[in-house]
């Protein structure tokens, strides 16, 4: 019978890495989940506006779009790659699809246009990574320049703006009360939760992070694997920039230039390894959360915007810092 990637990998039982589901599960989660509530009483004692219906909702749409663009980017470093192309890609994917929409009104090719840019960019970054063997971090760092280069090429210093309603609802837009990014970042929780977790597809990507050499030898397939997670990662980014796209009705050059850090923060402080081998989308979601409470916190509280950054670079040194010395303990 074929193998469709649905069964459980003999590596879970003792084969190529007997820790290998202990690794997927070792992000504290209920140490970050504690982090949240932490949070969210700090910010309801701090300010009276925090516990409002309007914050507690714009917080879960800006949670939903950071965690549609970490969750590719935890597969990518899950299998011990990094991709620094994300907001790159997912500037060039909107502004592609603002023109699609503005140019043929057809809400069902707009749609295919912001996808399948995504995608296609993932495939790039995984082929130049897993066959021509050009290194991670120079592979996506070129790609990034490439694909900026590229959208202000488009763009030509002009916006597109003033999206159709039906359009905007996948951004803006509420069903029963709860914002429609919101269901769409607890879809893909479940799903990368299952694909990680449940597949064979999923625990050779563990593998491969763990030890490439000792995942080839074993018959793992790890330069398709390489190409799946950085496709997997550019298709997330499409459809975050059409989330973003609809939510913020405009697009222009610099679209996608400040999310690649807040989507790499988010996937660290979520417990996902720098070294690899080690994540969960799970946690990523939490740490998309706390990300966003922590720069919602300061917006309420009338901090400058220009210590955000700051505040997030700090946040990004003390989960390398913390990742750094779990993996020297586990060496």
């Given amino acids: 019978m074929t193998d469709l990637g649905l069964s459980r990998p003999a590596g879970a039982r003792g084969g190529l890495c007997p820790r290998l589901l202990t690794l997927a599960g070792g992000p504290a989660i209920a140490l970050r989940l504690a982090a949240v509530a932490a949070l969210c009483v700090a910010l309801a004692l701090a300010t009276p506006n925090f516990l409002t219906e309007t914050n507690i909702l714009n917080v879960l749409r800006q949670a939903a779009l950071l965690f549609l663009v970490g969750s590719g980017l935890t597969l990518v470093l899950i299998g011990g790659g990094i991709d620094l192309s994300v907001g790159a890609n997912l500037g060039l994917s909107a502004c592609l699809a603002a023109l699609t929409l503005k140019a043929t009104d057809s809400l069902v090719l707009t749609l295919l246009v912001g996808l399948a840019t995504g995608t296609v960019i993932g495939l790039a970054n995984g082929l130049a990574v897993a066959v021509m063997r050009i290194p991670p971090f120079i592979a ?192």
């Fill in 140 to 331: 996506t760092y070129g790609m990034l320049w490439v694909l900026l280069g590229i959208t202000y090429r488009v763009m030509a210093g002009e916006s597109v703006h003033g999206f159709p309603p039906r359009f905007r609802f996948l951004g803006s837009g509420h069903f029963l009360g709860i914002p429609v990014p919101a269901y769409l970042m607890f879809v893909f929780l479940a799903v990368g939760g299952l694909f990680l977790a449940r597949t064979r597809w999923g625990q050779e990507v563990y593998a491969m992070g763990a030890n490439p050499e000792a995942a080839r030898l074993s018959g793992i397939p790890v330069r398709s694997r390489q190409i799946l997670t950085y496709t997997l990662s550019g298709a997330m980014a499409g459809l975050a920039a059409l989330v973003f796209l609809a939510r913020v009705n405009s697009a222009e050059g610099d679209i996608g230039e400040a999310m690649t850090l807040p989507a790499i923060t988010a996937v660290l402080i979520g417990g996902t390894s720098l070294f690899g081998g080690v994540g969960t989308v799970t946690g990523t979601f939490i740490g998309a959360l706390i990300l966003t409470l922590v720069i919602n916190g300061m917006n309420l509280l009338s901090v400058h915007s220009n210590w955000q950054p700051l505040v997030a670079g700090v946040i990004v040194i003390l989960a390398v810092l913390v990742d750094s010395l779990t993996n020297r303990r586990r060496t």
